[in-house]
């Protein structure tokens, strides 16, 4: 475990913390005025490869080849000049710091870090990280990465769990959910939509499973993944014969077996590495997708009434009617798309560059 001190002056600036995979949804910004919340369980950190704050330049005041030094392929309307390693936690988990006011405004609902670090260290005041809890951001602490140091704390890291394990207790992520929001006459409102962590999940798969189809058409399978994956594929990808074939694949499941090319596989929640099958895997590619939107997809479960008694609390979203599925198709989510395909060696292929000029002059309303 570790705990987070400030570069300037050594003081503690969180609880002991366990490193985690980066969530597939950090960088989303889902819906207008959302109410989501926590980002990060309490007592993990996650550090993003990228760097996430200003200042910013566009895709044309870059010199030749220096965004593809920085990981960045393919072209993107604007670029991170920050330095990359910022590390990312639950609010409740700081300790030591104090907020900036000079740095809290511009925001609709909340904070949303546009000035800037808005989070200084107590003892010395040095800008250590920023506050998100704006609408349609995930609520959230980023450290600065030339701010604070790491220091690890008590035993070394516990043993990463294995598959097995992951499977025998995880939890499936339901594709959809009641949505906090303001607005409503007698304080927060709710309405039931699509997942945002199922939508983002979605744009990280379907970037994949572009690089993945190599120009040809996909078929996926049948069910919840045909509905999120087939219809985008189909406008991105040419029509006709050969078709490569996508399963879902993954510990406790059999074996894909022959003229498969294609395993939607989970990612380890721990460590960020994504199931490969035992032996060699040859051309198949593995397109990652997060372990509880995985685990429904292999055991859908149907929502299903519970007898209970007595009265609801207040904070309670009742469930009697059962809440009404949402009235759109679940699509992937554009922006956790885009910022994954451009960031994958593949991008540079010419046919996968003509279809990110075609996504990038409006046709991705039709599909996103």
Sequence with gaps: MFVFVCAGCGAELTTPLSQVALPVHAHQKYGSGAQLPVLMESGTFAVSPDPWDGPWRTWEERDPGEAEARGIPAPVHAQSDGAPGASVVAPGDVRGTRLLPERLGGACCGLDGGDGPNMACEECGLPVATRLDDCSLWQAVWFEAGAVRRLPVGSGPAAAPSWAELVARGEPTPPFEAIATWGGRLGTSHYWSWSPRWEAAAGHALAHLLVASEGQPVKVPDGLAADVFQPALDALLPAGAPERRAVLAGPGRPSPGAGVDI????????????????????SVHLVPLPLGVWLWLVSPRPHLPVPASGQLPPEVVRDDPLPPLPRCLLRADWGTFQHTLVRLPAARSPWLRTTLEKLSHGAWYRMF
């Design 263 to 282: 395993l939607l596989v989970p990612i380890h929640p721990r460590t960020g590495q994504a199931w490969s099958p035992a032996g060699p895997t040859g």
